[in-house]
T-cell receptor, first 113, second 111 residues
Framework: DVKVTQSSRYLVKRTGEKVFLECVQD?????MFWYRQDPGLGLRLIYF???????EKGDIPEGYSVSREKKERFSLILESASTNQTSMYLC????????????FGPGTRLTVT | RKEVEQDPGPFNVPEGATVAFNCTYS??????FFWYRQDCRKEPKLLMS???SGNEDGRFTAQLNRASQYISLLIRDSKLSDSATYLC????????????FGSGTQLTVLP
């Protein structure tokens, strides 16, 4: 059974803080993704990675960075958190085979005050 | 214009009803199509892939019309447990590994 885990379910941070969101998958998937989900806007892709040390910008990368030092781990970094980054953050992974089905972690609800 | 458009609903239907969701996508180069299901406060999970020939999985039937860039999902004999948000998902034109998600259609099945 594929498992994608995220470091926190709920997180409250102050404006200007540096925030780290961690994601780990245990299925040796090549591809990993970070999304944010907001009401009425659906899932929007922030960054993705197809290989270790590789990263590509998604649709809304501003204010975020990522790190993929190991195949199983993909970190999302908010360099200086702002209130408009309050959201649900979802990590996903997928293999390089079949229909590239994406498996999601449980999400981190981040509140920036 | 959004790349993937869905009616947000909500759809409130009685148990046993048949309900249909539609979705349109803007990029004609998209190659893969899916329906994901997201329960309240949970992560999205793949419900089914959608093929040009149409496909069925139990009470669920998905159809794809490439000419009209239109995808549908039909749920027959609705159960209370079908209550969820249904996300229409389309692969990115540049890469099948990258997906674009619709905002979702909310379904509530009433007893």
């Amino acid at each position: 059974d594929v498992k994608v885990t995220q470091s926190s379910r709920y997180l409250v941070k102050r404006t200007g803080e540096k925030v780290f969101l961690e994601c780990v998958q245990d299925m040796d998937h090549e591809n990993m993704f970070w999304y944010r989900q907001d009401p009425g806007l659906g899932l929007r892709l922030i960054y993705f990675s197809y290989d270790v040390k590789m990263k590509e910008k998604g649709d809304i990368p501003e204010g975020y960075s990522v790190s993929r030092e190991k195949k199983e781990r993909f970190s999302l970094i908010l360099e200086s958190a702002s209130t408009n980054q309050t959201s649900m953050y979802l990590c996903a992974s997928s293999p390089n085979r079949g229909n590239y089905e994406q498996y999601f972690g449980p999400g981190t609800r981040l509140t920036v005050t | 214009r959004k790349e993937v458009e869905q009616d947000p609903g909500p759809f409130n239907v009685p148990e046993g009803a048949t309900v249909a969701f539609n979705c349109t996508y803007s990029n004609s180069a998209s190659q893969s199509f899916f329906w994901y299901r997201q329960d309240c406060r949970k992560e999205p999970k793949l419900l089914m892939s959608v093929y040009s020939s149409g496909n069925e999985d139990g009470r669920f039937t998905a159809q794809l019309n490439r000419a009209s860039q239109y995808i549908s999902l039909l749920i027959r004999d609705s159960k209370l447990s079908d209550s969820a948000t249904y996300l229409c998902v389309v692969s990115h034109s540049g890469s099948a590994r990258q997906l674009t998600f619709g905002s979702g259609t909310q379904l509530t099945v009433l007893p």
